[in-house]
C-alpha cells in the first residue's frame, strides 16, 4: 500500500454482538472494505463468546492487514454486570490486536461522535447519515454496532496523530482525567454527588 495510506480496523466491543469495520484511506480517497458484526449471543457461555470475539478479531486482522486498529471504551452503564461483560469484550479485542503485533487507540463515545459531526452528543441517525455523506454508503441497511464500528474507525483517521486523543485515561488540560471530564459533561449521571 502507498505511504500515504492505511488500513484502519474500528471496533464497537460488544459480549452479544461485536461491530468491525475496515477502512481503507488512500491519500485523501476512503473506502469501506468490510463492514459487519460478530454475534456471539446465541453462545451462552459467557467465555465462549470471547473465544468467538477473539478468534473473530483475529480472522479480520490476518485477512486485512490493518496499520491502524481502534476501539470504544464504555463509560458508563447502569447494569454492573453487564459493564464487566461489554469491558471483558473489549479486552478479547485487544488481546487479539495486540497479540498481531498492532497498537489499539481508545476513544470515548463522544469523541467518536465528534469525529464525525462536531457533535458529542449526537444521535446513532446522526452519526449514520454522516458516515454516508462522507464515504458514499448507505447506512440504513447496516446494523447500529457495525456503524459504531465505522465511526471509531473513522475517527482514528481523523486523530491517528494526536496521541493524546488515544488514551482516553490521559489529563487533558488543567490537571483533569478524562473522568473529571466525564463527570463534569455528565453530572446527572453521578450518584451521590452534590
Request: hydrophobic letters at 40%.
Amino acid at each position: 500500500m502507498h505511504k500515504d495510506s492505511d488500513i484502519i480496523l474500528g471496533v464497537d466491543p460488544g459480549s452479544r454482538k461485536t461491530g468491525f469495520a475496515i477502512l481503507i484511506r488512500q491519500e485523501v480517497r476512503y473506502s469501506v472494505a468490510e463492514l459487519g458484526v460478530i454475534r456471539a449471543g446465541h453462545l451462552e457461555d459467557h467465555s465462549a463468546r470471547l473465544h468467538l470475539i477473539y478468534s473473530e478479531i483475529g480472522e479480520l486482522i490476518k485477512r486485512h492487514k490493518p496499520s491502524l486498529c481502534a476501539i470504544e471504551t464504555p463509560v458508563y452503564g447502569k447494569d454492573p454486570l453487564a459493564m464487566l461483560k461489554l469491558g471483558r469484550a473489549q479486552a478479547a479485542c485487544i488481546l487479539a490486536i495486540s497479540l498481531a503485533g498492532l497498537p489499539v487507540a481508545e476513544y470515548y463515545p463522544k469523541a467518536v461522535k465528534k469525529s464525525i459531526t462536531g457533535n458529542g452528543n449526537a444521535s446513532k441517525e446522526q452519526v449514520a447519515y454522516m458516515l454516508e455523506k462522507l464515504l458514499g454508503i448507505e447506512a440504513v441497511n447496516i446494523s447500529n454496532d457495525a456503524t459504531d464500528a465505522l465511526a471509531v474507525a473513522w475517527c482514528h483517521s481523523m486523530r491517528k496523530d494526536d496521541v493524546s486523543a488515544q488514551n482516553p485515561l490521559k489529563r487533558q488540560g488543567r490537571g483533569r482525567t478524562a473522568w473529571g471530564s466525564f463527570i463534569q459533561d455528565n453530572p446527572d449521571r453521578v450518584k451521590g454527588g452534590k
